[in-house]
């Protein structure tokens, strides 16, 4: 059973609790703190469990020749890519409000820590979890860091290696035991082709002890789906209120309608998963009772007479007699009483 921990209070991920539903807003939010606000109500409406942002020290995350390089893109918020970012980061106090928002909503809020000090930031206003984006999973000093805090973790892999992967787990567990590793391929949007949903099985061979999970860049829900279905126990995924707005994530992210269908396709296929045990339920004795088959005699039989199969068929019968599957243990046995031809075959005609 894969580890289960409290990721956020009263919260638990992994083993049979409910797929936890992460609502990515990241920077869709236009640099607009009004519209941050509808998408968390968004994701609160829509039943996702928690909202998330991006929080960066632009300073710490990037280079000054970086943040100095011209970004003449059709998404670019700003002539320089540092002007872009700096567009789309709110402050410390905006974070603040947000939180305090998303607190009154009733939906758990947290961000991706892009560096060093952004985590420390988070940390101070008492996160339930750390997110690592899949650009710092291979910043080892920065995951040492970060997993020494004591926060619960959650860690994308998109661009990295098995091997790298397995070094990540290492570095993590050792500080750490509550964190989760989403599947990731970091393609914005990302071509199915691309996705290998067949690694959540293989993370769960090489991390036994530890929840997995997925994130998806893909166009709809039907992938990210499938992942709860493999096993994913976390699901993240992309929101926007307009997918033809400016910005690169709008393309791969939710609107409302999908992210209410994404939640509401996981918990059903939640409760369709059940139970690993195959046997006949409660509910399927109607259609047992009316349309099961059993053993009935194929020729008059009588008293004494020595059943081999060619005496028997399998039919639907009134009154039910023994089961269809056992008919081959009938051969050999004795008739005990007579039965006519196309009669049911009980168990109180034949010898134990």
């Known amino acids: ?5 409290e990721l956020c209070p009263g919260r638990m991920v992994g083993g049979n609790h409910p797929c936890f539903i992460i609502a990515e807003i990241g920077q869709n939010h236009q640099g607009d703190i009004k519209i941050a606000k509808e998408m968390i109500k968004m994701a609160k409406d829509c039943g996702a469990d928690c909202a998330k942002f991006q929080k960066s020290n632009l300073a710490c995350r990037f280079n000054k020749q970086a943040l100095e ?5 059709k998404n670019s918020w ?3 890519y540092g002007d872009h970012k700096r567009h789309l980061e709110f402050s410390h106090e905006q974070y603040r409000e947000l939180q ?22 988070l940390d101070e206003i008492n996160v339930p979890f750390f997110k690592v984006a899949s650009a710092d999973t291979n910043n080892f000093p920065y995951l040492e860091e970060t997993a020494k805090k004591g926060r619960p973790m959650v860690v994308s892999s998109g661009m990295q290696s098995m091997e790298t992967m397995l070094q990540v787990y290492k570095i993590i567990k050792k500080q750490n035991e509550n964190f989760v590793i989403l599947q990731c391929t970091s393609t914005y949007p990302l071509d199915p082709a ?3 949903l067949r690694v959540i099985p293989e993370y ?14 893909e166009s709809g829900i039907a992938i990210s789906v499938a992942a709860v279905a493999l096993g994913a126990k976390v699901i993240e995924r992309h929101i926007t209120l307009d ?5 690169s994530d709008h393309a791969a992210s939710l609107e409302p309608s999908e992210l209410a269908e994404l939640v509401r396709s996981i918990r059903l296929v939640e409760t369709a998963m059940g139970s690993n045990i195959k046997k006949m339920l409660p509910s399927e004795e109607s259609c047992h009772s009316k349309l099961g088959k059993s053993v009935v005699a194929k020729v008059k039989l009588t008293k004494g007479t020595v059943l081999t199969l060619d005496m028997l068929r399998v039919k639907v019968a009134e009154p039910m007699g023994i089961k269809a599957e056992d008919i081959f243990q009938l051969v050999g046995k004795t008739m005990k009483k007579d039965v006519e031809e196309d009669e049911s075959i009980r168990p109180d005609v034949v010898d134990k």
Do not use: C
């Not at 390089?69 to 893109?73: D, E, K, M, V």
């Not at 305090?100 to 930031?121: H, N, Q």
């Not at 997918?243 to 910005?247: F, R, S």
């Open 78 to 80: 700003g002539k320089t």
């Open 243 to 247: 997918k033809t707005w400016k910005g």
């Open 1 to 5: 059973m894969p580890l289960t921990f």
């Open 69 to 73: 390089r011209p970004y003449n893109s």
């Open 204 to 217: 769960q061979k090489e991390f036994p002890d530890i929840p997995i999970g997925y994130s998806g860049h």
């Open 100 to 121: 305090k928002y998303a607190t009154e909503l009733g939906i758990f809020f947290t961000a991706s820590g892009m560096d060093e000090m952004a985590v420390r930031f």
């Open 194 to 196: 691309d996705v290998h």
